[in-house]
């Protein structure tokens, strides 16, 4: 049975079908061949179930403001901040994206919309100061993957619905780690410029008086960011509630810098819908395929068999983050969540693991596979937004920061605290 459903995974898979209809058809196809039952009569109510949740509201509010921000030019004001303060360092506007993805971050939850926006912007100044060009896209590819660490994410709210896992604790937890992860992508570019200084590109002069009128461009994310995560700590608003006062937040600081035109707000619409209805078309064949797997008996053998196989827990971490490196090659991240989140869970947890550390855990190795080839969603929007050139620039330039991933994920292993200090003290 594990064995068929992983062979008609990959043919599907092979014959480049959207995510959401080869999940919708290997359901299907489970269905036919193992249950006497005829589970297909249920998609109906499991679409209605699965998508009327009040938390899934919150999917579509955080999808417009990043649309908001993106289409109001507040993220390009953002970036260019950035560069006044972080450009000194070996690598200059390398860590500029670093930083500026980190910020845009923590308004966004979307790590495609992070790396797209700034990408846009900073694209243009590779090549006029000389950088290295692989090293560069790597950065932003790299940097947008911060998108879903660092808090409000999107892809916490879908790991906290599947696990039944507490939202605002999974915000918490991830706000160190997101800074942590951060300064090893900025150490990663800081030691390839040390060991090439002609990557680092020409250094851009600056002052402390431009560096100083430039803290105003951080203002805006600051403020949302405030209003989103201050709201849910105070009591004020639940995690939906929250994205839905963030949405009021940007509107308005959009409309203070007079940006909020029918132009900007029909290309924000029309944004959010389609990312929206992407989402949930496949969280709705997902969540049907996971009925199906449950209805003949698939998630249960294979619960089975990983707790026959008597692995130490650090052993059974190690298996996990392999098996995630190697599907993140094959499957879209949101897709392999929803799939396989509710099997692998309740195994870890009872290996002693905390769900919401683990939580933490999956997420980077979600943003892994974002910019492991040849499913790397940043990849492809990286090179998308490039005038020319092959995607395996991207690629190759990925790959340090590859590296730096599996370090987080060491680092986690051996200080849980990190992603669990927060939590605990605020729990």
């Known amino acids: 049975m594990i064995a068929t459903a992983i062979v008609l995974l990959l043919a599907l898979l092979a014959f480049g079908l959207p995510v959401a209809a080869v999940l919708a058809a290997l359901g299907v196809a489970l269905s036919d061949i193992y249950s006497p039952l005829p589970l297909t009569r249920a998609i109906g109510e499991i679409a209605w179930t699965s998508s009327n949740g009040f938390l899934l509201f919150s999917i579509p509010l955080f999808v417009m403001l990043g649309e908001i921000l993106l289409r109001s030019g507040m993220a390009d004001r953002m970036y260019g901040a950035m560069v006044q303060w972080l450009s000194w360092l070996p690598g200059g506007l390398m860590h500029s994206n670093i930083g500026a993805c980190a910020f845009f971050a923590a308004t966004c939850g979307s790590s495609a919309?992070?790396?797209?926006?700034?990408?846009?912007?900073?694209?243009?100044?590779?090549g006029k100061h000389n950088y290295n060009e692989r090293l560069f896209l790597g950065s932003l590819a790299s940097g947008g993957t911060l998108g879903i660490l660092i808090p409000p994410s999107i892809n916490m709210i879908v790991y906290g619905i599947l696990t039944d896992t507490s939202i605002p604790k999974l915000y918490l937890a991830g706000i160190l780690p997101g800074a942590v992860l951060a300064g090893l992508f900025m150490l990663?570019?800081?030691v390839a410029c040390r060991l090439r200084p002609q990557w680092g590109g020409t250094?851009?002069?600056?002052?402390?008086?431009?560096?100083?009128?430039?803290?105003?461009?951080?203002?805006?994310?600051?403020v949302i960011f405030g209003v989103i995560i201050g709201s849910i700590y105070t009591g004020m608003a639940t995690a939906t509630e929250s994205a839905a006062l963030g949405v009021i937040a940007a509107l308005a600081l959009a409309g203070l810098q007079r940006k909020l035109t029918a132009a900007v707000m029909l290309a924000v619409f029309e944004g959010t819908m389609r990312?929206?209805?992407?989402?949930?078309?496949?969280?709705?064949a997902a969540f049907f395929l996971n009925f199906v797997m449950a209805g003949i008996g698939l998630t249960a053998q294979l619960n089975r068999y990983i707790t026959e196989l008597n692995l130490s827990p650090y052993v059974l971490l190690l298996a996990v983050v392999v098996f995630y490196a190697i599907l993140g090659c094959f499957m879209e991240t949101l897709s392999m969540m929803v799939t396989t989140i509710p099997i692998v869970t309740p195994v870890m947890v009872a290996a002693g693991f905390d769900p919401v550390w683990f939580g933490i855990v999956v997420i980077i190795l979600i943003e892994l596979a974002l910019i492991t080839p040849p499913v790397g969603l940043n990849l492809y929007v990286i090179q998308g937004i490039r005038p020319s050139g092959a995607v395996h620039d991207v690629i190759i330039g990925a790959l340090p920061f590859v590296v730096a991933m599996f370090a987080m994920i060491a680092v986690l292993a051996l200080v849980p605290s990190l992603a669990l200090f927060l939590p605990a003290v605020s729990y």
């Not at 919309?113 to 590779?126: F, H, R, S």
């Not at 009128?213 to 600051?222: E, N």
């Not at 990312?275 to 709705?284: E, F, G, K, P």
């Open 113 to 126: 919309a992070t790396a797209a926006t700034i990408g846009t912007v900073a694209l243009p100044q590779a």
């Open 203 to 222: 250094p851009i002069v600056t002052s402390w008086p431009e560096r100083w009128r430039s803290l105003g461009d951080l203002a805006p994310p600051l």
């Open 275 to 284: 990312t929206t209805a992407m989402i949930m078309l496949i969280l709705v």
């Open 188 to 190: 990663t570019i800081y």
